[in-house]
């Protein structure tokens, strides 16, 4: 006995549920294969019609602030795991850009 709709359908017999469970994960691999195949095919057109080479997309620049804080946040978790950090940056001490050591 089955009851669902696309992709949502499940199996009311025990002994089926296993092989009911390995066909979703099949449908789910397929899917993210076809998102990717997909994303790879708008990037090869973007390029076949503009006529310009491939660039990888970059995230975009960090402001000073961000990332100050990301590097306060980094050296805290590494002080967490026992990773001593020293800043190698002159000036002030807020402002310091910290090494591993």
Known sequence: MRLGGRGQEKLFLEGEGLAHHHQISRQEELRA?????????????????????????QAPALSGQQK??????????????????????????????????
């Open 33 to 57: 294969l076809l998102a990717v195949a997909h994303t790879i095919l708008q990037l090869v057109y973007e390029v076949l019609r503009t006529g310009q080479p491939y660039r990888d997309r």
């Open 68 to 101: 100050d804080r990301l590097i306060r946040h980094h050296v805290r978790r590494l002080g967490k795991l026992g990773v001593r950090v020293h800043s190698l940056r002159a000036g002030a001490d807020s402002q310091k850009a910290p090494s591993v050591s």
